[in-house]
């Protein structure tokens, strides 16, 4: 009755006291000479195995499916499942502790965050882990849902009531503002007064008690449910650039969320940015504000917030900052007639810290742009630099003339880089079709889209072209041994290349064949998903790997900026717990898998 086992490591972290002792009364030590096979296909496991020392080989016939060192276990699902699907051979000497079959039953009916994390897919295993997170970590308050903050009793007038009558609302409820029924639209509509329009009511001239507050209410509304998480309700005030949600439950309205009320529930500091923008009269004040965009990102993600949605403020947030910059730098007439957009993680929405400038600027045609224009780029592309975004190596930015064009221009050259494509302008539509608007005449964009759209026609060769670059990183055939230490690859993993790019390309690609605009990786998933491209579960496997993924890669650049070192993204393994280390395994799993499905889907193999 062995009395060193390790309940630190994965999955058994999650273990009571009671359970650990299950586990100590039902196990043994079992030895495996180099070579042996320790679990035939289709055997009928008896006994769940702990590795005490050496590593072990999962195959699919003669592909290496995945590698396990010391503290992994397997093989939990054919333990389940009653049969194995899987060949396991023991690389070197292994000793291992076995545990029953009946005991890991007996763990799974007590402890289903202890099956989840043993058997399941990354997606449950995720899932089970955020609930821990929930129970461990009660400062994760962006995962909180609306109406655990603080909602305010909704106030309800008329549209034909008077201003003066609705002030006196305000001081008897104590309250910014009132939600407007107007019963005389159909159909009728609700809207909102609130302290701003009082201002401009005082202006109107009309006297305030014959002033009804419809003719100064503002009626396009922006919602949430009580249900929503609290990140979620952020990220809305900050797309709409509104200080109130109306909480909604089907059709009873709950009250309104406002913004001081839900800052002070989460006690960071994003609104407080976004108010800096608005608000900056020069670069220097926006530099100040790009400072605290990734002082916030670290913050959020210490907190417990899901990492896309992370992203999701962050593209907010950047967009606030390079219009402000623009609308600093360009003439008002050059802004009109032009469109301002990023590319690349920034225009997925996928951006983290700050990494190379990708952006772009398309002119009307027939617009006279101002001879100045080169300045103009140059001194954007500058102000971007001093707020820490790094010049693009590869010169993808508007002071390059190759991406500031006119739209008809703009348009041909797309064209050419599919009808003509090599290596280098498939590179370009790649980080062209992760293209977001920032500034501008956002209609010149979606010309730019429409033109590549119709030059894809049936192309089924530039297609294949296109979507072959999933392989651009080599075929990743060691990383399991880099995973766990063993050969002389080193220590650390490049999770954008081995994970992240041909997630993201690959999903790119369909999506392209499929004619789809969205931009995000996860928008696109979604609707390869709605096309029948994608199954829900290959769907939900590829959205939790890239969260995973992008966290990993997060978590390790946060180390590097606190470290002073050069902010690469890059892991090294041995920070990794037992947890994480499953869980990559189980994210590339899901990259090998995904990348086998684009190669039959465009018949890359025959290249």
Known sequence: MPHSF???????????????????????????????TI????????????????????????????????????DGRGLVAGRTSSRFVATEEVLAYELSRRAVGDLIAANATFGALLFSDIGQKLSALAQRHTQHEMHSLTLSRVDAAFVRPAVFVDARTDVVTVVKLFQSNRTTHVLVRDAGTAPPR???????????????????????????????????????QIGEALARMLKFRVHRLVVQEGEEIVGVLEALDLFSFLSNHSHLITVQIEMARDLASLREAAAQITRMVALLYRSGMRVLLIARLVQELNARLFERAWQ??????LIENSCLFVMGSEGRGEQLLKTDQDNALVLGDGYAAPAELERIAADFSTALAEFGYPVCPGLIMLNNPQWRMPLARFAAEIREWLLMPSPESLMKLAIFLDAHAVCGDERLLDRLRAAVMSSVADNDATLAHFAGAIDAFGTSEGWWNRLLGMGDSGKVLDIKKEGVFPIVHGVRSLALAERLTEAGTEARIAGLGAAGVLTAPECAELSESLNFLLGLRLKAGLAEMDAGQPVTGSVALATLSSLERDLLKDALDVVKRFKQLVRRRFKLDSL
């Open 190 to 228: 609700l809207g909102i007064f609130t302290t701003t329009a009082l201002q401009r009511a005082i202006l109107n001239g009309t006297p305030l008690h014959l002033l009804p507050v419809g003719e100064l209410s503002e009626f396009n509304l922006v919602k949430v449910q009580p249900s929503d």
């Open 6 to 36: 390790n309940f630190l490591a994965s999955p058994f972290d999650c273990l009571s006291q009671a359970e650990q002792r299950l586990v100590r009364d039902n196990i043994d030590v079992a030895y495996f000479p180099a070579g042996e």
């Open 39 to 74: 679990l035939e296909l289709g055997s009928a496991p008896s006994h769940l195995l702990v590795i005490i020392k050496g590593y072990v080989t999962q195959y699919d016939g003669d592909d290496v499916v995945a590698s396990y060192g010391p503290e992994d276990c397997f």
């Open 328 to 333: 600093m730098i360009a003439p008002a007439a």
